[in-house]
């Protein structure tokens, strides 16, 4: 049986004012940005969750501690290379990467093809391995009433 692992990663910012909105490595233009102590780039963080959670390496919290001010502001997909450095280091390979964006505004259908782009490339694989896709909660919730963002990922690493 070939040695394969699949990962589920899940996170939720809220937005804020006078911040970038950063999703999927890509700067979208907003109103708002979303508060975190990195770029707050949900996306990625629940990407690099999924990553982590199927290396059974614990979770981002763990590797880039948010108390840690060497992590403050910093690019989220710097830190997708380097949980991508890691998963090389311990003999996993990518097979797969899928992601859903939830979030009533903006829209993102004119930014999914560079996120994919932003993140395979930090991941070292084909943009044809990694997957997005948004969708609306209808108005409800809170990414409805539009207080924040949750993404989720899956993976499926396959042992090298
Ligand atoms: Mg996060």
């Known amino acids: 049986m070939p040695d394969v692992r699949?990962?589920?990663g899940y996170d939720v910012h809220a937005f804020a004012e006078g911040r970038a909105l950063v999703?999927?490595?890509i700067t979208i233009t907003h109103e708002r940005g979303l508060a975190g102590h990195s770029d707050a780039d949900v996306l990625v963080h629940a990407l690099m969750d999924a990553i982590l959670g199927a290396m059974r390496e614990g979770d981002i919290g763990l590797h880039f501690p948010d108390t840690d001010p060497a992590y403050a502001g910093?690019?989220?997909?710097?830190?997708?290379r380097?949980?991508?450095?890691?998963?090389?280091?311990r003999g996993w390979r990518l097979l797969d990467a899928d992601t859903v964006l939830v979030l009533q505004r903006p829209r993102i259908s004119a930014h999914r093809e560079m996120m994919r782009q932003a993140?395979?490339?930090?991941l070292g694989?084909?943009?044809d391995r990694v997957g997005v896709k948004a969708t609306?909660?209808?108005?409800?919730?809170?990414?409805?009433r539009e207080e924040g963002v949750a993404a989720s990922a899956v993976v499926l690493?396959?042992?090298v």
Request: net charge negative; proline share 0%.
């Open 6 to 8: 699949i990962g589920l």
């Open 23 to 25: 999703l999927g490595g």
């Open 74 to 80: 910093i690019s989220s997909i710097e830190l997708l």
């Open 82 to 89: 380097r949980v991508a450095g890691l998963m090389a280091e």
């Open 119 to 122: 993140m395979a490339e930090a």
């Open 125 to 127: 694989v084909n943009t």
């Open 136 to 144: 609306t909660t209808e108005g409800l919730g809170l990414t409805g």
């Open 157 to 159: 690493l396959e042992r």
